[in-house]
């Protein structure tokens, strides 16, 4: 299973946003896109689910026009997309109920080692407006991972967790991702964890903004230990730093 996205390109009104950006994600793999605030990202993520138009271009599942209708995506949105009326454990079964009417023993099973795996279990009950945003984030973490996407697409899905938890959910989320890959985008401001969780990592830049620098990143998923490794991780990291400085001047 391949994602492409073919020549897209984007406009706001008259406000151009994406000039013509192309690129491809693979089954087994997982893009991580940096850029300055404003660039575009969040709008490339949506225009690929279809959740706006784009002007130009298109985006493929292997060969085939990419819908929603036909995929099941996993979204984890900025703002986090609960609803407010449903407690976390009805928001967290909102999207697998939307695609299947019976929820079988295997949903269950996941469901609970989900929310025991991501703290969850004394806020079942809870409806987001008594969350802080670490907690309605690991909610929205939880409703994509138990929907067993074909396609996943992370909009800073863990910007709001402290470091630790940070850390612990970056872990489930590599774990949970290995035992079914799936073409994975994900959005994110911070260079450490684009080198964790991105095989590739994608520089968005420019007026309007297009994919300007890819890197192939050898330190997917690795908390970096061994010392020998940890200067060649670090020049990457500070080359992507470099980069994206000058991209925002
Ligand atoms: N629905 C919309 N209508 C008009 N303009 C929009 C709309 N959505 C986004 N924009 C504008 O498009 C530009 C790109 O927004 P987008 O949210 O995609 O950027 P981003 O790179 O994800 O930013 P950030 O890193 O701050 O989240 C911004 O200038 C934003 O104001």
Redesign the pocket.
Known sequence: MMLEVKEVTLS??T?P?LSSTSFSVQVNEVIAII??????????I?GMMGL?PFNHGEVLLNEAPLSPKTQTIGWIP?NYGLLPWQTVKQNIFSAVKLKQSKLSSEIMQHYHQLVLELGLVELENLFPGQLSGGQAQRVSIARALLLDPNLLFL??PFSALDALTREKTQDLFVTQWQQQPVPTVV?T?DVDEALFLGHRIFL?AGNP?TVSKIWENPFWHQRITQSEKLLERFQLSDLIREELRHSCD
């Open positions: 706001f009104e406000r946003i850029g300055p605030s404003g660039t575009g990202k969040s709008s490339l949506k706006i900025q909009d800073e959005i401001h968005l903004a």
